[in-house]
T-cell receptor
Framework: EDKVVQSPLSLVVHEGDTVTLNCSYE??????LLWYKQEKKAPTFLFML????IEKKSGRLSSILDKKELFSILNITATQTGDSAVYLC???????????FGQGTTLQVKP | ETGVTQSPTHLIKTRGQQVTLRCSSQ?????VSWYQQALGQGPQFIFQ???????GRGNFPPRFSGLQFPNYSSELNVNALELDDSALYLC????????????FGPGTRLTVL
């Protein structure tokens, strides 16, 4: 059965800390891996990764994919209270538009 | 803002009732997917519509059904509601040339009593 597992499930840090969120997957027909940030309701798109070893970066956020070891990490440097959210990892399968989501990592950034 | 809208924002129903949730995609987004997100969980794929036809379905019973209209808006219908159907229902749309990136609406919070 296709599955996506995120760790840790929750994390509490202080402003300025650097965090690393993990996502591992076991799926057939991998096409891409996506990261979303969910603050209240709608998940908002962060990154899409398709190739191993190529870092995607947006401001203080960056992500990389390892297709050999079947995992991805999301790094957030110099965290701010506005980074507090649930971070969702999802894998898109190549034979369908279906996204398989992990359980999410709840990040709380304290002042 | 993703340009994807959903209605209603909140809904309370009782067991056995039927519900219809609606989603309006961005212009040009001809693919729409529906997800169920229970509290503390990641979204679970219900089904996807492409050009008004179902294009993939997750592990949900037939009482979950959908429609996509020519203007690419969409409905999710749930019959014979059960308590476990209480969740946030999200729709997501994507462009024809970028189906990997799905843009989510704000969701409908359904509570079944």
């Amino acid at each position: 059965e296709d599955k996506v597992v995120q760790s840790p499930l929750s994390l509490v840090v202080h402003e300025g800390d650097t965090v690393t969120l993990n996502c591992s997957y076991e799926v057939t027909n991998f096409r891409s891996l996506l990261w979303y940030k969910q603050e209240k309701k709608a998940p908002t798109f962060l990154f899409m990764l398709t190739s191993s070893g190529i870092e995607k970066k947006s401001g203080r956020l960056s992500s990389i994919l390892d297709k050999k070891e079947l995992f991805s990490i999301l790094n957030i440097t110099a965290t701010q209270t506005g980074d507090s959210a649930v971070y969702l990892c999802a894998v898109r399968l190549s034979n369908t538009g279906k996204l398989i989501f992990g359980q999410g990592t709840t990040l709380q950034v304290k002042p | 803002e993703t340009g994807v809208t959903q209605s209603p924002t909140h809904l309370i129903k009782t067991r056995g009732q039927q519900v219809t949730l609606r989603c309006s995609s961005q212009s040009g987004h001809n693919t729409v997917s529906w997800y169920q997100q229970a509290l503390g969980q990641g979204p679970q794929f219900i089904f996807q519509y492409y050009r008004e036809e179902e294009n993939g379905r997750g592990n949900f019973p037939p009482r979950f059904s959908g429609l996509q209209f020519p203007n690419y808006s969409s409905e999710l219908n749930v019959n014979a509601l059960e308590l476990d159907d209480s969740a946030l229902y999200l729709c997501a749309s994507s462009l024809p040339r970028d189906t990997d990136t799905q843009y989510f609406g704000p969701g409908t919070r359904l509570t079944v009593l």
